[in-house]
């Protein structure tokens, strides 16, 4: 009887939720029911539930609902082999749901193919197109879920061919730092060679980002080699070392502070950086001579050559050597007001920098740079007081106002 009753029950919701969608269209979906009934409704017709975790405020889940989950195609895979429900994750029965799978929901949408038992076998999350939805999901099903990969990935397996799909399912969960992590090792464990192989590239090619590491400096002295033999967008790879060349001889030369805003003491990093130039100089960066010009001022300060650091960052900013922006030369006065204690050179930084402000005075744009914290750096440093809290309050009112419409910009859009 208690069978009957639970089929009649079933059957009764599957008719409800058909009224809210074209007939024969699309997934057919219980929304915000009874967790417990949904399970005993998944045990009587032995199926999987595929659960849609969204909130209201989503526009990613908005997409799904409107574009993919109302498909013809996905609408018959998902209503012949799951249940289906969708929970908004902030209303009801969301909320406990919500916090019952809080260690698989990343993001929203968030999408899980629960068993009989409630326990989630396989993860997918933000927006889908449509075969990628049903691919993903029916290998979930069919035992080839990403929580199956994560065991055989523990269990030592290193293959090609297996962790291509393991890195499809993760993807497909929008685990992208786990992407990361397995491709890199992979990559640590094969001969540099293999990077000549095509279906290797096809999964390694993005992740090749870490200047010192044998992968990159192989790809950037075999750039010609490889973009013969792998026809890869040329363009697109030298923007992507490019860019990580970049970045990691910024963290070595460009002002550092700690929690309390105090200016850090370079370090002396003299093998990553000839590595880092090295690199750069081979693959002809376009701005190549602009870190040539950085690295010698960098070096110049770690020997505490000030009056040399001074004329140098001078000349190079007449030619432009510095780029086209004055926030290096900013912090690179702010650097030598912190170490430097010759007050006739602190004199010309303050002169240079009153000189920078006055010319942003001039600037209507709204995007202006402002030197007061500078200001105030180099005027408490030569011992004047109210005017290095003159310029400390104008740093703060300036900041405060720039807070509150990035706030206020934030809000209406």
């Not at 093998?271 to 602009?290: F, P, S, V």
């Not at 204690?341 to 402002?370: A, G, P, Y």
Request: net charge neutral; charged share 30%.
């Amino acid at each position: 009887m208690f069978r009957i009753g639970i089929l009649i029950y079933s059957l009764c919701i599957l008719v409800m939720t058909g009224y809210a969608q074209d007939k024969g269209r699309g997934i057919h979906f219980i929304e915000g029911e009874e967790w417990q009934k949904i399970l005993q409704i998944a045990q009587e017709q032995d199926k999987y539930i595929f659960m849609d975790c969204y909130t209201s405020w989503c526009g990613p889940c908005k997409a799904l609902s409107k574009d993919i989950f109302t498909k013809n195609e996905v609408g018959d895979f998902f209503n012949t082999h799951f249940i289906n429900v969708k929970y908004d994750m902030e209303k009801g029965v969301g909320k406990e749901l919500r916090n019952r799978y809080q260690s698989y929901i990343i993001g929203y949408p968030t999408l899980l193919l629960i068993d009989k038992k409630g326990e989630v076998v396989h993860q997918m999350a933000g927006f889908q197109e449509a075969d990628v939805l049903i691919d993903g999901m029916k290998a979930g099903m069919e035992g080839q879920s990403l929580f199956a990969f994560r065991k055989r990935y523990a269990a030592g397996e290193r293959s090609l061919e297996f962790i291509k799909a393991y890195v499809k399912a993760l993807n497909g969960a929008f685990l992208k730092d786990d992407i990361e992590k397995i491709v890199k090792e992979y990559m640590q464990n094969m001969p540099l060679e293999k990077l000549q192989d095509q279906e290797v590239w096809e999964l390694v090619g993005t992740y090749i980002k870490d200047p010192y590491s044998p992968q990159f400096e192989y790809v950037v002295f075999h750039l010609d080699r490889l973009a013969v033999r792998l026809k890869f967008d040329r363009f697109q790879l030298e923007r992507q070392l490019n860019w990580a060349l970049e970045k990691a001889l910024k963290q070595l030369i460009e002002l550092k502070k700690d929690e309390q805003e105090n200016i850090l003491p370079y370090r002396r990093e003299t093998g990553k950086i000839d590595t880092l130039m090295r690199l750069i100089d081979r693959a002809n960066l376009k701005r190549a001579e602009e870190y040539r010009a950085k690295k010698r001022i960098f070096e110049l300060q770690l020997d505490g050559n000030w009056p040399e650091v001074y004329n140098y960052l001078t000349v190079c900013r007449d030619i432009k050597a510095l780029g086209y922006s004055d926030s290096y030369l900013n912090e690179m006065i702010q650097y030598m007001t912190q170490y430097c204690k010759d007050k006739k050179l602190l004199r010309k930084l303050l002169i240079l920098t009153e000189q920078l402000q006055v010319q942003e005075d001039k600037n209507e744009s709204r995007l202006r740079s402002f030197y007061y914290d500078t200001l105030a750096m180099l005027y408490e440093k030569l011992g004047n007081k109210t005017l290095a809290t003159e310029y400390r309050e104008k740093d703060k009112r300036i900041k405060a106002e720039r807070a509150k419409e990035f706030e206020e910009f934030m809000k209406k859009n």
